[in-house]
């Protein structure tokens, strides 16, 4: 599994990282957990508001630092 966080480095993006990287190790998975900074790149997700989460490639919060709560569910 492979999970993007997506954000510039802001309080929002720095928390949505570890309730992520909080919420895999929880869930006991195997996922890499990638930090994109890259607006180009955070754009080719039809994003356009940080912080974000994608799964795989699937999208799934923006502009808003989601829960542990929120990811874990996420995970099943």
């Known amino acids: 599994m492979k999970i993007q966080v997506m954000g510039p480095g802001c309080p929002k993006c720095a928390e949505a990282e570890k309730n992520v990287k909080e919420a895999v ?6 996922a890499e957990v990638i930090k994109v900074t890259d607006f180009q790149e955070i754009a080719s997700f039809g994003v356009f508001s940080t912080p974000a989460v994608a ?6 919060v923006v502009g808003k630092a989601p829960s542990k709560k929120e990811v874990l569910n996420w995970l099943k």
């Open 25 to 30: 190790a929880e869930a006991g998975i195997d």
């Open 55 to 60: 799964i795989d490639g699937e999208v799934k």
